[in-house]
C-alpha cells in the first residue's frame, strides 16, 4: 500500500527554528510538494522536490532524499502567523497525489 | 481573479437527501479534483477531471458523481446522502498533473444527519 507518515503534533517557540519529517511509499515518485493549511481554510502551497537536496525559498527550505523516501521541511525565524498544518503529498506512479494526514504546529511566544 | 470558488460553503443534510457542491475556476486549468478531509486524515481522492467531458475515479468515489461539460466548472453530486458523507469537500485545479501545484477552493462543510 502507499503511506505518508508525518508527526501529528509539534510545538515551537517562536523567532526559533523548527522541522518537519516526512517518510514516504508509494508505487513511484514523481515530485513531493509541502502544503500549508491553517485551521478552517485551504491547503496553499509551499514547495515542490522532485531532484535530492534542498530547495530555499525565504524562511522556509525542503529537502528530498529519494533514496531513503524522505523529506523535511523547515521553518526558520517562526512566526505566530506560521501556526498551522503542514501538509506533506507525493505524486504517485499515475501522477495522483497522495497526501499525509499533516502535522499540526503550535507557536507559542 | 477568483481563482477557484466553491458553493456552498456550509450544508447538513438529511440522510437520503442529495445535492450538489458547486465547483469553477477561472484560471483556465485543464485539471480539476475532488477531495474529502477528515479529521485526522490525509485529502483523498474522490474524482478527478483532465478535461472538459473527462472524469476519472480516484481513490473514494462510491457515493458520488461528477461531470464536466466546461472547462471552468466541475460539480459533485451525491446521490444519497450517508453519515458516512459528513466531511469538507475541496476543488482544486492545476494547470497539468506533473510539477504542477494543485489551488484549493474555500471548502464545502458538509454533515449529514
Known amino acids: 500500500g502507499q503511506n505518508i507518515d508525518q508527526p501529528t503534533e509539534m510545538t515551537a517557540t517562536e523567532g526559533a527554528i523548527v522541522q518537519i519529517n516526512c517518510t514516504y511509499q508509494?508505487?513511484?515518485?514523481?515530485?513531493l510538494f509541502w502544503y500549508q493549511q491553517h485551521a478552517g481554510e485551504a491547503p496553499t502551497f509551499l514547495s515542490y522536490n522532485v531532484l535530492d537536496g534542498l530547495e530555499e525559498k525565504g524562511r522556509f527550505s525542503s529537502f528530498l532524499s529519494r533514496s531513503k523516501g524522505y523529506s523535511y521541511l523547515l521553518l526558520k525565524e517562526l512566526q505566530m502567523k506560521d501556526s498551522a498544518s503542514y501538509l506533506c503529498?507525493?505524486?504517485?506512479?499515475?501522477?495522483?497525489?497522495?497526501w499525509g494526514a499533516g502535522t499540526k504546529l503550535i507557536i507559542k511566544p | 481573479n477568483a481563482g477557484v470558488t466553491q458553493t456552498p460553503k456550509f450544508r447538513i443534510l438529511k440522510i437520503g437527501q442529495s445535492m450538489t457542491l458547486q465547483c469553477t475556476q477561472d484560471?483556465?486549468?485543464?485539471?480539476m479534483y475532488w477531495y474529502r478531509q477528515d479529521p485526522g486524515m490525509g485529502l483523498k481522492l474522490i474524482y478527478y477531471s483532465v478535461g472538459a467531458g473527462i472524469t476519472d475515479k480516484g481513490e473514494v468515489p462510491n457515493g458520488y458523481n461528477v461531470s464536466r461539460s466546461t472547462t471552468e466548472d466541475f460539480p459533485l453530486r451525491l446521490e444519497s446522502a450517508a453519515p458516512s458523507q459528513t466531511s469538507v469537500y475541496f476543488c482544486a485545479s492545476s494547470l497539468g498533473d506533473s510539477a504542477y501545484e494543485q489551488y484549493f477552493g474555500p471548502g464545502t462543510r458538509l454533515t449529514v444527519t
Open positions: 508509494t508505487s513511484g515518485f514523481n515530485g
Open positions: 503529498a507525493v505524486k504517485d506512479s499515475n501522477y495522483q497525489l497522495i
Open positions: 484560471m483556465n486549468h485543464n485539471y
